[in-house]
């Protein structure tokens, strides 16, 4: 029995059957964008959610909060490298060959951001291990939200890599 690959279909011809069917030509489509005009929104995306981790990690830093380098510090780290993955993703969109980097970046940020929901609810326990209520439920109200962004910026990643 041989086989031979034409045209992305295979053709089988053994010593019974001599002759060989024809092969339907195929085609396949390319599909051409450009990221550039996601380029600025993407940036100022990066930087606000970059300093808004830098906010968090600063605010856990302070007398009155005190738990620098618990759980809220923690999930303020990964939101900031969330928004250095965004903002470098915003960079990456200038280059016509760049849509790989730009899905890796855009999931390697919802990765941050799930991580950093985990964050937030080892920042819950170490309120509630301090007493403090309050800042407990804020931090509580924050994870349905961090959750979703995580969740739906790996789609968008992978909407990119799928070009759909």
């Known amino acids: 029995l041989i086989s031979t690959l034409v045209c992305g279909q ?56 005190d738990s620098y380098g618990g759980g809220l510090s923690a999930a303020g780290a990964n939101i900031r490298n969330a928004g250095d993955c965004v903002a470098q993703a915003a960079a990456s969109c200038r280059f016509k060959t760049a849509a790989e980097l730009v899905c890796d970046e855009m999931r390697e940020a919802a990765t941050c951001l799930l991580e950093a929901v985990d964050d937030l609810k080892k920042g819950v326990d170490d309120a509630n291990v301090d007493d403090n209520k309050e800042l407990s439920g804020q931090i509580e109200a924050l994870i349905p939200s961090m959750q979703s962004s995580g969740t739906n910026l ?4 992978e909407g990119i890599l799928k070009r759909t």
């Not at 011809?13 to 929104?41: D, E, N």
């Not at 600063?58 to 909060?65: E, F, I, K, L, P």
């Open 10 to 65: 295979w053709i089988m011809a053994s010593s019974f059957a001599p002759h060989l069917q024809s092969a339907k030509p195929f085609t396949t489509t390319t599909i051409l964008f450009s990221l550039k005009p996601a380029a600025i929104p993407l940036m100022d995306s990066g930087k606000a959610l970059a300093r808004s981790g830098e906010l968090l990690i600063d605010a856990t830093s302070t007398s009155t909060m």
């Open 154 to 157: 790996e789609k968008a990643g």
